[in-house]
């Protein structure tokens, strides 16, 4: 059959010239019949001189026409612009929906797929050919399928929104875990045909948690291991090291020969540095197992003057005096560890304190609702190019003199950041070193809500 619609896009494009055409048209036979058949004139007079009788009934019937036509073309333009704004807001959703990030598919109340896009095409392994007249349940399986729980039925039963973490099969057999979020499709007069589902691949995030899952597991084995390690190796060495040094000083109390007695004095010293060295190891090595410690009031000015009076004996033998005045509470939120950092910044500042000098020790309230606790010492200070090594553990200063385990200042920092606090030195403008650290007040949370770290 002979394709008119050229023919019919031509005509409708042309409405008001064909209006004008027929008017013209009627003109003519008009005049062809006042000549031929009633006889009135010639032919030219009938269309260039008609009466007024014809004029006026000749200028309605072409008027008619031409109105009518105008009308008619203004109608079909109007519906073809609507007709183009609809074609155009179609290829606009059918891009979108086609490009879409997700995959989506709508499907009828009967659980006929109706329509896939390209990433649900790729997502599911099925084509867009493939994928008309079939059910959802035949080519895109999920443990919902067929059950009350499935999206479709729930929709049906008039939730408005569904969104389920589903693990989907292909017909392959390859299994794609998904965020499903299936929503009503209805007609514009509102009538729900069906439900639109988007599913979004979580792939490579259920991997990664797998793969996070796994790791945590390992940490918690290695740490565990790394723990009892730990244990074992200080058990095994600090044994002998005791033995040692109480050997050696049993021997001091009675040998009364000066040499023997510098030789006995070296083994029991070194005995008892490499004693601290394993314990300091072992408490670093816990201490970096932790991640969180419980916390509560705990007053700073009780935990200082505990600390001073712990060194009585070391201060009296060299002679330095404490300036502390600090009275009254100054209560913080921390854990009863806090006292081995200022055991270690004290018995530091004792270290490297020359005879008959002094120590300051003071508590400051800072703005940020924090305690300052502050160690100054007069010693001979800290060379600038030891500072950025001092809390590393293990870090070998650069200095004649260093008297340390080289873990000591790394514990306190260590300690220091399960409680949300920093630990920092200054140089002493009057010589020597001052050493800063900032703890939180008295928490206004309960403390099962208030851990550090």
């Known amino acids: 059959m002979k394709d008119t619609r050229p023919v019919q896009r031509i005509i409708e494009n042309n409405l008001v010239l ?94 006929t797929v109706l329509r896939i896009n390209e990433t649900f095409s790729m997502l599911s392994g099925l084509s867009k050919d493939e994928g008309g007249d079939k059910k959802c349940y035949e080519v895109f399986r999920g443990p919902f399928c067929q059950t009350p729980n499935c999206s479709l039925i729930r929709i049906l039963g008039g939730e408005e ?29 509102g009538e729900l045909i069906g ?52 050997s050696s000083e049993i021997l ?53 003057r505990k600390t001073i009076r712990e060194f009585e004996y070391q201060l009296e033998e060299k002679q330095i005096h404490v300036d502390y005045l600090p009275e009254g509470e100054y209560p913080a939120w921390a854990n009863a560890m806090l006292s081995e950092v200022f055991l270690n910044l004290i018995s530091n500042a004792i270290k490297y304190s020359p005879p008959g000098s002094r120590i300051e020790l003071d508590i400051q309230e800072r703005s940020d609702d924090k305690w300052v606790v502050s160690v100054k010492d007069f010693g001979e200070g800290i060379p600038e190019k030891n500072k950025a090594k001092l809390f590393t553990r293990f870090e070998r200063l650069d200095k004649e003199n260093v008297k340390g385990t ?29 050493f800063y650290v900032s703890l939180r007040k008295e928490s206004p949370v309960k403390s099962e809500e208030g851990q550090a770290g």
């Open 252 to 304: 001091l109390e009675r040998e009364t020969n000066i040499e023997k007695r510098k030789f006995l004095e070296l083994i029991k010293n070194a005995t008892s540095n490499l004693i601290e060295r394993i314990e300091n190891a072992a408490k670093y090595s816990k201490l970096e197992l932790i991640e969180r410690i419980e916390c509560s009031r705990l007053d700073l000015n009780t935990i200082l």
């Open 18 to 111: 064909l209006g004008i055409g027929l008017g013209v048209i009627y003109w003519v036979l008009e005049s062809a019949l006042a000549v031929f058949v009633v006889n009135m004139g010639t032919f030219v007079e009938r269309i260039l001189t008609p009466d007024l009788n014809e004029i006026w009934r000749r200028s309605l019937v072409v008027g008619f026409l031409i109105t009518f036509s105008v009308y008619a073309q203004i109608m079909i333009n109007t519906q073809k612009r609507a007709e183009e704004a609809t074609n155009l807001a179609y290829a606009e959703l059918n891009q979108i929906f086609n490009t879409a990030v997700d995959g989506m598919w709508v499907i009828d109340k009967e659980f």
């Open 161 to 189: 929104r569904v969104e389920v973490d589903v693990e989907k099969e292909r017909n392959d057999g390859l299994r794609i875990p998904c965020i499903v979020t299936a929503t009503p499709f209805r007609t514009l007069g």
């Open 195 to 246: 439900i639109v589902e988007a599913f979004k691949d979580i792939s490579e995030r259920k991997r990664a948690e797998e793969a996070l899952q796994k790791y945590n597991k390992v940490l918690e084995e290695s740490n565990h291991l790394k723990g009892l390690m730990t244990d074992i190796l200080s058990h095994d060495l600090l044994n002998p090291a005791g033995v040692v040094k109480t």
């Open 406 to 434: 080289g873990l000591g200042l790394a514990i306190a920092k260590r300690i220091v950041e399960l409680h949300s606090g920093h630990i920092w030195v200054e140089d002493n403008p009057n010589g020597g070193s001052i």
